[in-house]
C-alpha cells in the first residue's frame, strides 16, 4: 500500500472486519508500505490516524524492488495487493481479494488454511 494510493485508502474502511476474521484465524496483519522518499514520522503519523492494526513496514528502495521482480516479474507494481505468507515465509497466495469482498477473501484463506496444515 502507499498512503498516495485511493484503492489502498479505501479498503481500510474494512480494516475492522479483516482484522476480527484474521484474529479468528490466527493470522497477523502485516501492511507494507512502498511511499517513496517519505519520512519515517510522517509515515508513522499517517499509520496512526487511520488506526491501522497489524505490524508495519516501509519499504527501503531495494525492497521494493525485490517486491517487482518476486511478486511482478519486473513489470509495474499494482496496489493494494493482499498475500497470505505462512510461517515459514512461503508465499500461499499472491493475489487474495480485497477486504472489500470479503467472503471471497474469506473463502479464499479458509481453503488455503486447510491445504497448508
Known amino acids: 500500500w502507499a498512503t498516495w494510493c485511493v484503492p489502498c485508502i479505501q479498503e ?3 480494516k ?4 476480527a476474521f484474521m484474529d479468528e484465524m490466527n493470522i497477523q496483519l502485516l501492511y507494507i508500505s512502498i511511499d517513496e522518499n ?3 514520522q510522517k509515515w508513522s503519523e499517517y499509520v496512526q490516524s487511520k488506526k491501522l492494526f497489524g505490524t508495519h513496514y516501509l519499504a527501503t ?3 521494493i524492488a525485490n517486491i517487482q521482480e518476486k511478486l ?5 507494481i499494482t496496489i493494494p495487493r493482499y ?3 505462512n510461517r515459514e515465509g512461503k508465499i500461499i497466495e499472491q ?3 480485497r477486504p ?3 467472503e471471497a477473501l474469506k473463502k479464499s484463506i479458509l481453503g488455503a488454511a486447510k491445504t497448508y496444515k
Do not use: R, T, V
Open 12 to 14: 481500510f474502511q474494512y
Open 16 to 19: 475492522n472486519e479483516l482484522k
Open 38 to 40: 517519505m519520512s519515517y
Open 61 to 63: 528502495a531495494s525492497f
Open 72 to 76: 511482478y516479474n519486473g513489470k509495474d
Open 83 to 85: 498475500l497470505l505468507i
Open 95 to 97: 493475489d487474495l481479494p
Open 100 to 102: 472489500s469482498e470479503m
